[in-house]
């Protein structure tokens, strides 16, 4: 079972950025972000496959955020500036060993079948 290790997050004010990782214990084949806020969907972020670095941004956070990966590491890195009071939620590290031959399934939920535990990140206005 490959385990998901989550860092970052925590209080910012608006306007300020912030940058959260995510460490596979295994080999897997696409990871990414997803929040979720109160009362709300869990809703994708971004996302990277690893073998050829394709990458989906929501279009919330697209021009925002930069999303990269370490393959030496299994790391992904999401960095969000500008962030939005709107920006508030649990955020969650997901990551899948399938095969994706479509890009576009990067940003489903159901793609993915291992996830983090989670980490606040807090916008202050």
């Known amino acids: 079972q490959v385990l998901l290790d989550e860092s970052g997050g925590g209080f910012v004010q608006a306007g300020g950025s912030l940058t959260l990782s995510c460490t596979a214990s295994?080999?897997?084949?696409?990871m990414g972000w997803f929040r979720q806020a109160p009362e709300k969907e869990r809703e994708i972020v971004a996302a990277?496959?690893?073998?050829?670095?394709?990458?989906f941004y929501a279009d919330s956070i697209k021009g925002r955020s930069t999303i990269s990966k370490d393959s030496g590491k299994k790391t992904i890195s999401l960095y969000l500036n500008s962030l939005k009071p709107e920006d508030t939620a649990v955020y969650f590290c997901?990551?899948?060993?399938?095969?994706?031959?479509?890009?576009?399934?990067?940003?489903?939920?159901?793609?993915?079948?291992?996830w983090g535990q989670g980490t606040q990140v807090t916008v202050s206005s």
């Open positions: 997901a990551a899948t060993s399938r095969t994706l031959p479509i890009v576009s399934s990067l940003a489903l939920r159901q793609t993915y079948e291992l």
């Open positions: 295994g080999n897997t084949n696409a």
């Open positions: 990277v496959r690893w073998r050829d670095g394709h990458t």
